[in-house]
């Protein structure tokens, strides 16, 4: 592949420190499922751009009258049936191909995605978590149990967990939802242990992924950004690439199969 120098550069630099550091974690954002071809919430072409901000307040509102969310959820809005046709079309693109290949190799420890899309799993990786839940499941917001939706019957509404007889409700966290206990536990277990997170896509201003970051550089860890935009983040990491991780993932990986001898 061509890439210009100071990028190559860039490329160099980041393959380098990974190979230097014990526990790699990456943590992605909206940027690389937008390279997939799903809608960014804002923005031009942005769901709430086109359809208006979501209820600030949707946790709240499901806690109040689950029976009435879930009547909404089988009919479906504007936003929410554009949202589901663009989930259900995507395919992984290159970037969550080469974060698979960089976990198969031993450089990459887990994924930290605010995604819900489901792509870490179908190009292959297996260390992820969802902190924002993952659009094709189901959840017991009691005590955390997972289904995917097409292996969970709902015959009454709103559906009753059968361990516990808590609430069902969809695993991506809506607004007002606290961060599954489970999912957020596995992040600060992974942040603890991580000398170099790598930000792919993300612009890390919603907590608590926003604090991963910083929690790495305090505990003296490298932070490697993959954007083609400047962030918050960028003037605390320790090396830029300034590129679509569809570009920028693959020729990372190059690099490391080389620096490794595993070319
Ligand atoms: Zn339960």
Known sequence: MDLAPELSKQL??????????QHVVALVGAGLS??????????PGGLWTKYGEPDMFGYQRFLED???????????????QE???????????????????????????HI???????????AGSRAVTEIHGNYRKLR??????RWPREEFPITEIP???????????SDTVMFGEPIPSDALEECIRQTAMCDCM??????AVVYPAAGFPVDVKRQGGKLIEVNPMETNLTDLCDVVIRAPAGKALPALVERLRHLSGKS
């Open 140 to 145: 017991c917001i009691r005590c955390n149990t």
């Open 198 to 203: 790598l930000l792919v896509g993300t612009s």
């Open 66 to 80: 689950p029976k009435r969310w879930w009547q909404e959820r089988i009919t479906r809005t504007p936003a929410y």
């Open 112 to 122: 930290i995605t605010q995604n819900v899309d489901n792509l870490h799993y179908e």
């Open 159 to 169: 559906p009753r967990c059968p361990h516990c007889s808590g609430l069902v409700k």
């Open 12 to 21: 160099d630099e980041a393959a380098r420190v990974i190979v230097a550091s």
């Open 83 to 109: 949202l589901m046709e663009a989930l259900e079309g995507a395919r992984p693109n290159p970037g969550h191909y080469a974060l698979k290949e960089m976990e198969e190799l031993g450089f990459l420890h």
């Open 34 to 43: 937008v390279e997939s071809g799903i809608p960014p919430f804002r923005g």
